[in-house]
Nanobody, 128 residues
Framework: QVHLVESGGGLVQAGGSLRLSCAAS????????MGWFRQAPGKEREFVAA????????NYADSVKGRFAISGDNAKNTVYLQMNSLKPEDTAVYYC?????????????????????WGQGTQVTVSS
């Protein structure tokens, strides 16, 4: 069984920074991509960022481009999300996800259905 565990969430003032981490544990598996999604109260889960391997490339939602940076280690199935210049509208539960299927279009990894494993989520709250 595979488990993804997020950490690094918390409460921060607007303009501040947080760094989320996600690590996989359990049986060995290979990923083609790992991503971050978020869900605010009363809203649907939305794509935040993804990193694909071989070759490495990144993809961001327009709402976080220029403020967030995703990085990771393919060999360790770990992924990070550096969040800068945080805004109150970034408040949400942030979920880490891992994809074991290869899609030739990077845009496929912007959707929930591309991912096979999900973490339990970590709360990020940005106060104004």
């Amino acid at each position: 069984q595979v488990h993804l565990v997020e950490s690094g969430g918390g409460l921060v003032q607007a303009g501040g920074s947080l760094r989320l981490s996600c690590a996989a544990s359990g049986r060995s598996f290979s990923t083609y991509a790992m991503g971050w999604f978020r869900q605010a109260p009363g809203k649907e889960r939305e794509f935040v960022a993804a990193v694909t391997w071989r070759p490495t490339s990144t993809n961001y939602a327009d709402s976080v481009k220029g403020r967030f940076a995703i990085s990771g280690d393919n060999a360790k199935n770990t992924v990070y999300l550096q969040m800068n210049s945080l805004k109150p509208e970034d408040t949400a539960v942030y979920y880490c996800a891992a994809a074991t299927r290869k899609y030739y279009s990077a845009s496929a990894y912007r959707t929930n259905n591309a991912y096979d494993y999900w973490g339990q989520g970590t709360q990020v709250t940005v106060s104004s």
